[in-house]
């Protein structure tokens, strides 16, 4: 037996100094914002340096701590895979503090929580006087959240290989399995994480062949790659969305919200693998039935004015619901009742497993589809040994149970969420809508934010509760909701 498997304590010092190597990344990435805030020549880039400070020493001392083993089991991996979002969004919130943009600790940690959960749901007013520092932190932040701030630590920090790397790896990643796609599980996050450098480097090489300037094309670039919606204008996507830019776009939008693992085995040669992958076929399936239910309804309704409001225009708006990207063309409103139904749906399902993308993840569906159409056939044919195939591999009988457990946990978190907010008063049309936005990680408001508009009119007790409903959708509900159990902290 090992080691691990006799300790009944849980290794918080071995939690807190992985913390403190995260919090001096977490510094590391604050370089690239001060910089921006000297090269325009705001105040906010000294600010930076002391949060830079702050965090980078807060981030040392932790390290500076000895444990007496090194090991982390299950549990330590769950605590820290929570611990980490929280205290990283509570040390990003500090250039929110400190830098101008005149935000409350409440609006500070909600606006950071909704960056690196990728949900670009937002509590500030304007973007018209924001710093240009404050403008990329945000969109930094969404690109490290965008694949996983655990799965970024496994890359840089192969010492963790040893150390409940695995747990770690489960922990964080999305979806129903998880791939491993190198011997250890570090070569596996480096891999994952090179492919989503790669593109989004590439995405930034193409918006800046566009009218955007290369700070909005970093911005963008960071945005569209982790699938997080945040903007640098007040009227997002309208203000510079001319053709080029909305096809680039939608491309990667669409690639943010593909398994990361099956893009790995694109780009290594496995065509054969990325294209008969059959949640690939359903995910290509639902963004064209999506997008045409749009056009048609376009067409209805009288609204075409060109050839772009019935082809880009819903395609775009198609890929960004789907993938909870959640940038939204500004007439959308005025399409009908049927985009918003639609659009219910796509934040429901969300785009493949292993994405960067919120929701539940097509693949569970696609699982649950076979499941019930199982049992249909079980109700003529009682003898009849069925097995539920997801890409042409027969699903295990605990996934399964496990996937229709997700299922069901997913709409009870969006129906308590939803009634918790109406008890605070909240319009039970809104508070179940934002409650769906957040688990879903999609960040879109309704009538008391406007589509377009922000969360700051929402009670300070609210956006604590959104932004925890935000983690929970983010980290796929059980690894924070476990936490909640008496029995997990018993030894």
């Known amino acids: 037996m090992s080691s691990t498997s006799k300790r009944a304590y849980i290794n918080f010092r071995m939690l807190l100094r992985t913390i403190g190597w995260l919090l001096t990344i977490e510094a590391f990435f604050m370089l690239a914002p001060c910089i921006v805030g000297f090269i325009y020549d705001e105040h906010s880039g000294l600010q930076f340096l002391i949060c830079i400070g702050i965090t980078l020493g807060s981030g040392i001392g932790l390290m500076a701590l000895k444990p007496k083993s090194r090991d982390m089991g299950k549990r330590e991996a769950i605590i820290l895979t929570g611990l980490t979002w929280v205290v990283l969004s509570a040390f990003g919130m500090l250039p929110f503090l400190f830098c101008g943009t005149h935000l409350s600790v409440t609006d500070a940690f909600f606006e950071n929580m909704s960056g690196f959960t990728t949900t670009g749901a937002s509590v500030l007013n304007t973007l018209q006087d924001v710093p240009h520092s404050i403008l990329l932190w945000r969109c930094v932040e969404q690109w490290i959240g965008g694949l996983g701030i655990i799965l970024f630590t496994l890359a840089v920090l192969p010492m963790l290989n040893y150390q409940g790397g695995i747990q770690l790896f489960n922990a964080e990643v999305t979806g129903i399995t998880h791939d491993k796609l190198r011997p250890r599980v570090s070569f596996t996050a480096q891999s994952l994480w090179l492919v989503y450098l790669v593109l989004t480097l590439i995405c930034i090489g193409l918006l800046c062949c566009s009218e955007m300037s290369a700070f909005e094309a970093v911005c963008y670039g960071l945005s569209t790659m982790s699938t997080g919606g945040f903007a640098t204008q007040d009227e997002s996507i309208s203000e510079l969305g001319n053709l080029y830019i909305k096809v680039v776009l939608i491309i990667f939008m669409f690639m943010g919200g593909v398994n990361f693992s099956l893009l790995y085995k694109l780009v290594t040669g496995k065509f054969k693998e990325f294209f008969r992958n059959e949640v690939i076929i359903w995910y290509l399936f ?19 004015e060109n050839w772009e409001d019935v082809t880009i225009d819903p395609l775009f ?35 493949c497993a292993g994405s960067t993308s919120g929701g539940a993840k097509i693949d569970r569906f696609v699982v649950l589809f076979k499941f019930v159409r199982n049992e249909f056939h079980k109700l003529m044919h009682p003898n009849a040994i069925t097995t539920v195939t997801l890409n042409h591999k027969g699903t295990p009988s605990p996934i399964l149970m496990k996937t229709l457990a997700f299922l069901f946990l997913y709409v009870a978190v969006i129906v308590a969420g939803g009634t918790f907010l109406v008890l605070l008063d909240i319009p039970l049309k809104d508070s179940f809508f934002i409650s769906l936005s957040a688990v879903s990680n999609t960040g879109l408001g309704t009538d008391i934010t406007g589509l377009n508009g922000n969360f700051a009119l929402l009670p300070d007790v609210a956006k604590w509760f959104v932004a925890l409903l935000m983690l929970v959708g983010r980290l796929e509900l059980f690894t924070i909701l476990i936490l909640f159990f008496p029995s997990f902290w018993r030894k």
């Not at 005025?334 to 749906?345: C, E, N, Q, R, S």
């Open 317 to 351: 708006q198609t890929v960004s619901l789907i993938t909870s990207t959640g940038l939204v063309e500004p007439d959308f409103y005025d399409w009908g009742a049927l985009p918003v139904v639609l659009l219910v749906i796509m934040m429901i399902m969300g785009a």
């Open 286 to 304: 639902f963004i064209f039935f999506f997008a045409v239910v749009l056009a048609l309804n376009v067409l209805v309704t009288g609204l075409m």
